[in-house]
């Protein structure tokens, strides 16, 4: 009998221990699930279990509301299913400013929804709900944007000019800094390592979502977010990090579905953290701006990204990457492979140098943007508006760029201007409005075994103008063509057709009044 007392008492022990060793139940902790806010109540979770060397901060079944938190080293936030987190629709309750990161300009502001700095090992799991409520940071949005006539300033745009003394942004931004007022991300760390973040659902932010800023080895995995039609509030946007897993995701949002940043202009070259080795693989994105998209604030540099095994249905674009003069940085090493896109109201692809500013052509320098060595292949798209679009500067031409295995059907093709190196492998582009291809201002083209099922009458499915050293080989279309090629420019030279079977064709190249006689060698 005594032997029998000593095991249950040890049992008791143990079971007590486990119960209470780093699980605190916020519902036992000073905190409710009927919906009344209880914000010091989950700090003051956070705060006990930090001391304690960390622990996890677990919501049962219920609705919590809160105002800001923030996160510390080695603690989880876990919401249990059918768990409803509700942040705070009072501006007070993301006071007072803090340091933080604002479409890639540092400065002090709303304090994020979940903010976390200079801590690692950081973690939101469970299969609750995060509800960010918005909308009244919208309103306040559109409230200063739609103004007829200057307004007198809020308390927190005073705050904001106050604190953030001596900012500089270049002269584009000045309509955005005006506004003195920058909502805050959902989620925001800043220099922090090891973080996770894992299953729950994310709703209404008031700004970008996920958002981790100069951090190293984030995880965003089997996550949902969902935004309705709402002022940039992106989905997932690492900013200057690296060592980066994104996976099994589901998006819907107002803005960009996932972006990869690292800082705008000369503050973003002044951190000079690039954004490197990054993996985005088996996520579906719905409503959205872009699927994936690189820049525009990429000015620290975007380096070793791969994206995998995405559907993207009915965002405006599909892949983006886009900067402009001015912003500098180098875009390279990126691969995008296993791709399948559909109802996509602009370009499926598009590089382009020419985003947000007017341009004109300057020297080469620190501020001068650099796409390079960027491929993608094995992707199908569906009801798009066009195919493609490269689009470089004259003084940085886009550079290194391949396409392989690729099927589109859509209104138009690819068009590719100021850039060198491109490949077109096994590619079939079916428009219905101009030329699957047309290049122009380029150098050292591939062609390669590409074409349309849809060959329009009186327009050819190739164009090139102003293009040298160019290969078009492999080739064979096998439905009736009027023209295979067109070719104009003065500049146009060392165009050499190799190993294609054009029987099909009726024109098989139409010569422009400008091209030098001897530019095409068949």
Request: charged share 20%; hydrophobic share 35%.
């Amino acid at each position: 009998m005594k032997n029998i007392l000593i095991i249950l008492c040890f049992i008791t022990g143990l079971n007590t221990t486990f119960a209470n060793d780093g699980w605190l139940n916020i519902l036992k902790e000073g905190g409710n699930n009927k919906g009344i806010k209880c914000t010091q109540a989950i700090q003051n979770a956070i705060e006990k279990a930090s001391k304690n060397g960390g622990g996890t901060i677990f919501f049962p079944a219920g609705e919590y509301l809160t105002g800001a938190l923030t996160l510390r080293s080695n603690i989880t936030i876990h919401l249990d299913s059918g768990a409803l987190l509700k942040f705070s629709e009072n501006f007070d309750d993301f006071l007072p400013y803090v340091e933080m990161r604002y479409e890639g300009i540092v400065m002090k502001s709303f304090q994020p929804l979940f903010y976390a700095k200079d801590v690692q090992n950081i973690t939101i799991t469970g299969r609750g709900v995060i509800d960010g409520q918005g909308k009244a940071w919208w309103n306040e949005v559109y409230r200063i944007e739609t103004a007829k006539e200057p307004l007198p300033p809020t308390k927190y745009q005073t705050m904001w000019e106050e604190q953030n003394k001596g900012l500089y942004t270049e002269p584009y931004y000045k309509r955005t800094v005006d506004k003195k007022f920058f909502r805050p991300s959902f989620f925001q760390a800043y220099n922090c390592k090891n973080i996770l973040i894992e299953g729950v659902t994310f709703q209404n932010s008031p700004f970008w979502t996920i958002n981790p800023e100069f951090c190293d080895n984030v995880t965003v995995t089997g996550i949902s977010i969902f935004n309705p039609h709402s002022p940039n509030t992106d989905g997932i946007n690492p900013s200057s990090c690296t060592n980066v897993h994104i996976s099994n995701c589901h998006i819907s949002v107002g803005d960009d579905c996932i972006t990869i940043k690292s800082g705008r202009d000369g503050d973003g070259r002044k951190y000079g953290k690039a954004t490197e080795n990054v993996t985005i693989t088996n996520c579906t994105m719905l409503s959205g701006h872009g699927g994936v998209v690189i820049g525009s604030e990429m000015s620290g540099g975007i380096k070793k990204i791969t994206i995998s095994n995405c559907v993207f249905d009915g965002t405006d674009r599909g892949i983006r990457i886009k900067s402009a003069r001015g912003r500098g940085g180098v875009v390279e090493d990126i691969r995008v492979d296993n791709i399948v896109m559909k109802n996509i109201k602009e370009e499926a692809i598009v590089l382009s140098l020419f985003y947000d500013k007017g341009t004109q052509v300057e020297p080469v320098t620190e501020k001068t943007p650099i796409f390079r060595n960027i491929h993608m292949s094995n992707i199908t798209a569906s009801n798009v508006n066009k195919a493609g679009q490269i689009l470089g500067i004259t003084e940085m031409p886009i550079q290194n760029i391949t396409f392989s295995n690729i099927n589109m059907d859509g209104k138009e093709g690819f068009t590719v201007s100021t850039a060198t190196d491109v490949e077109f492998h096994d590619v079939k582009v079916n428009a219905t409005v101009g030329s699957s291809f047309k290049i122009s201002d380029s150098k050292n083209i591939i062609l390669d075994n590409v074409g349309s099922s849809t060959a329009i009458k009186g327009v050819p499915v190739i164009k090139l103008e102003n293009v040298s050293n160019a290969l078009i080989n492999n080739n064979f279309p096998f439905n009736p063509t009027d023209i295979f090629i067109e070719a104009d420019g003065k500049d146009t030279k060392n165009i050499f057709l190799k190993n294609n079977v054009l029987n099909n064709v009726t024109t098989k190249i139409k010569k422009g009044a400008s091209l030098d006689k001897k530019a095409i060698t068949e």
